[in-house]
Structure formats: C-alpha cells, structure tokens
C-alpha cells in the first residue's frame, strides 16, 4: 500500500519544475506545489496526493501511539488457560507481556499461537504466558512512522513499543495503526471532502466523525446504540460512558458493536472506530 502511495506521489512529482539538485526541505516542495497550482501544472486531486503524502511522512509515533495507560497488557506469569480467557473477553490479536511493569515489557504474545497451544490438550494450560512471547521492537517515540512501517515489513513484526528518553514505556504502535493513519490522510483528503463524517475502513470496521449523530450511525450500520437525554452524538455517548474525554486507544465493548477512539484532544473527541458485532 505504502509503496503504490509512494510511485503515485512520484508521477505527480513529475509534473513540477524541480531544480537540477535534490530537494529535502519540505517547505520548499509545499511553495512549489504552490506555485505549480497557479501556473496549472497540478490538477486538484495532484494537490491532495502531494499534500497527504507530506503529512505522513512527518508524523512521528508519538503523534499515533497508544498511550501507556490504555494498553491491554498481562503479566508474564499468567497462565495460557487464563490468558486465552482474557484475550478473549478483549478482543486483541496481540498484545506485549511484562514483569513489575510496563516498564519491563519482555515479549509480545499473539492470539493465534495462543490458540494453537490451547487446541492440544495434552500441553500443559497452566504454564506461563512467556513461554510463548516473541521478540520486542523497541522504537523511540519522535521516531517518522514511515521509518517504522519500514522496519515492520523489514523484520515481520506487526507492534513496536514506543519509548521515551529514559528507555520507560510511552506507547505502543501496530501496524493497524500506521497503515489506517495512512489511509485516513487520503481518505480525508478525497473529493468527498474534508467534512466526511463515516467511511469503511480496509482492516474492517468504520471511522466516524464524534459529531455524527446517533441516529444516522444506527440508519447506516444497522445497530442499537443506547440513547440518553445528555447526548446526541457518538462523541457524546462515548463522553458519557468513560465520564472524560478520553484518550486515543480508548475503547468499549458493548452486545451490538466495538467502539475504539482514534482521536482525541483536550477539549474534544474527533475520530472513533466502530465494528459492528455478529448477532449471536
């Protein structure tokens, strides 16, 4: 995906008059690009692809991590039986172990080796979870999330953990996360325009504007959200189910549907995940 995205923005570059030298500053292909619109050597979908394709290559993974305190993570010793119960009820396809801490994380355990354990009876359910663990990726948290997607591909490994300074756990970051990062920039950039409130996302599931009201997420996903008198909006239901506005990586699992929050700041929540669940 990324490198289809890459040769697009290359064939466009084309288009552009550059100088006989590289060029590296970013500000200076953004006054060209400008510059190119006015004299009409780019057309307006041109524009949106350069613009996107800058916007990603500076975001860094702080920028899209999952914060410390909204990781699922379990302690080493946790036993597979237990540990298959707990995958389970959370929904994750991996998730990384430690011991004391976060700050001590050892591996990363996925749910199908899990599952693939669990199948055999004769293996012993009650041994820990690290027997199973796979590497750590450690990444630093200004690290470009190019750069990490990269390293994924590189080394066959879908999370890294995101550290700062002092080598202590800020984050983690998946591959989901980079790949729906670069997704959403030209989705949010497409002619749909830049107010879409609700699309398909590739991995399953839908992002939606928290300003979409209840009702049209109902008409169009064909579930029941709660409804109350304090809140209209998705954003506001979610704001009323954590008590907070909460932060990226938040999320609630409810009979009908699972909802995650992609963005968030102070004052706000801008994006959430929906994935409707299967009736039972």
Known sequence: LIGLFIQLARGVLKKVSFAE??????????????????????????????????????RVAKEIMVPRVNIFSLEADTTIQEAVRLFASEGYSRIPIFRDS?????????????????????????????????????????????????????????????????????GIVTIEDILEELVGEIEDESDIGANQQFWALPSGGWVVDAQMSIFDIEERLGIQIPHGLEYETIGGYVFHCAGTIPTKGWRLLHDQFELEVLSSNERSIKKIKIIPRPAD
Do not use: C, W
Request: hydrophobic share 40%; glycine share 2%.
């Open 21 to 58: 030298e590289p060029l590296t500053d970013k500000t200076k292909l953004r006054e060209m690009i400008r510059e190119s619109e006015l004299q009409h050597h780019l057309d307006l979908n041109d524009q949106k692809l350069i613009s996107s394709f800058i916007h990603f290559k500076e």
């Open 102 to 170: 976060l700050d001590q994380i050892v591996g990363v355990v996925l749910y199908k080796d899990l599952l693939k354990y669990y199948a055999h009876s004769e293996l012993d359910l009650n041994a820990p979870l690290e027997s199973l663990a796979k590497p750590v990726l450690y990444a630093p948290e200004n690290k470009k999330i190019a750069l990490l997607l990269q390293e994924f591909r590189n080394k066959q490994i879908h999370m890294a953990i995101i550290v700062d300074e002092y080598g202590g756990t800020e």
